[in-house]
């Protein structure tokens, strides 16, 4: 079954909490602190394979999740750390978070992605022993491992794209000259599935082809097979547009694929383009002509047009040298551009005056920033020495400080995301 597009939930292993104890052996009073420290929770990371073709597997394994790490034990023995989760997905896997943006795009085989991140495990308390603290009773919690619900969009890695309405010759194209084997028959939407086949140019240079659905006219808003297998052309150097020469309007079959295109949430119309005319075999030479010149009133005037044949190969040649023209001059293109853009990586600085925020609201004080967030995480607030150290660290921090400057007094609560204590 080809899967192309599915919504996971990834979940990194969480941290496990560090130990608060004490040394207890015989004929020793007083054993100093020997809690071990917390492992760290495994990471969820993606990886392309060639040796998958399809996000099938994610159908019915939609929650994804790594291993937690083991608590911290007496004696100062540190916690287990999770196992990362390695998940393999299809070269041209494009992993969106729920809203849209892309989080990694992994378009060549064994590119990697961390896509949540596991927890810190906390500390022990024989971690927080010093010249002053001999017998510290704190322990932290472990952190919370990252939890994302994402998209999987398996996007096909080829050079070209065939387009075009049902019953255009696209898979007959492909398998005569491919090594592809698509389902053909004299009937609209035989290809409910996109296929590529790899095709020899000349001795040196081979392209990869994507034949995808059939288009018609309303796709964009799901009629027929809808437009969502467009997605496979993303990619694409160059679309090839081949239409039917026993289409009574030519013009018209031009123009209905053009306007799908152009409709695409992505603008594909603007692609570079080659229009064919296909099953010109057993047709006059004027009644191809006549066709041609149809055709032609409706292209751009830089769009090339050929008429073909995929039984006869008649055309066949010219037009793949002209693919590899295009293809070869895009891809020199997007090098260019590549360069361009890796020489004016801008420099970010961080700001350290943003790092905390204090807001006074109807219910107390909301301090939000990712570090005290953390540190608020790995509190034991059933602790009175755990949430004495979390108000050590904001005084250190300022934010005690621009407390008070806000106005606050004895008894109003102050909340750190989804915990509350009390000034």
Do not use: C
Not at 91 to 103: E, R
Not at 334 to 361: G, H, R
């Amino acid at each position: 079954m080809f899967v192309d597009n599915v919504k996971v939930v990834v979940k990194a292993g969480d941290g496990g909490n560090g130990k608060l104890s004490f040394r207890h052996e015989k004929f020793i009073d007083k054993g100093g602190p020997d809690g071990g420290d917390g492992g760290d929770g495994g990471d969820v990371v993606f990886e392309a394979s060639r040796n998958q073709n399809t996000l099938a597997t994610f159908r019915f394994q939609r929650r994804l999740q790594a291993q937690s790490g083991e608590p911290g034990d007496m004696r100062r023995k540190h916690g287990k750390s999770g196992k990362n989760l390695a998940v393999q997905v299809p070269v041209g896997t494009v992993i969106n978070d729920i809203k849209g943006s892309v989080v990694a795009d992994l378009a060549k085989d064994g590119n990697k992605a961390v896509i949540a991140n596991g927890g810190k495990g906390g500390f022990g308390n024989a971690h927080f022993v010093s010249s002053t603290r001999q017998a510290p009773r704190i322990a932290e919690k472990g952190e919370s491992g990252e939890e994302h619900e994402l998209v999987l969009e398996l996007k096909m890695i080829a050079d070209v794209g065939l387009v075009g309405l049902p019953n255009a010759g696209k898979s007959t194209l492909l398998a005569t000259i491919s090594n592809a084997q698509p389902e053909i028959a004299n009937y609209p939407f035989t290809t409910v599935r996109p296929n590529l086949g790899v095709v020899d140019i000349d001795t040196k240079s081979s392209l990869l082809f994507a034949d995808i659905p059939g288009l018609i006219e309303g796709a964009s808003q799901g009629r027929g097979l809808g437009d969502d297998f467009l997605r496979h052309v993303e990619r694409t150097q160059v679309l090839v547009h081949l239409i039917d020469i026993y289409q009574d309007d030519v013009k018209q079959a031009y123009y209905t694929i053009q306007n799908e295109l152009k409709a695409y949430k992505i603008n594909l119309s603007k692609r570079p383009q080659i229009v064919a005319l296909t099953k010109i075999e057993g047709l006059d030479e004027e009644i191809v002509a006549d066709k041609m010149n149809e055709l032609m009133q409706a292209l751009p005037k830089k769009t090339k047009a050929f008429a073909i044949s995929a039984h006869s190969k008649a055309g066949i040649r010219e037009l793949l040298f002209e693919i590899k023209r295009i293809v070869t001059k895009e891809n020199k293109r997007l090098a260019e551009d590549v360069q361009a853009a890796a020489n004016d990586i801008p420099v970010l600085k961080i700001d350290e005056a943003k790092s905390w925020q204090v807001e006074k609201t109807d219910k107390g004080f909301l301090v939000s920033g990712r570090r005290i967030e953390r540190f608020a995480e790995r509190t034991d607030f059933s602790s009175f020495h755990a949430v004495q150290r979390l108000r050590d660290i904001m005084k250190k921090m300022g934010i005690m400080h621009e407390l008070t400057r806000q106005g606050i007094e004895g008894g109003n609560k102050i909340r750190i995301k989804n915990h509350t204590i009390e000034y």
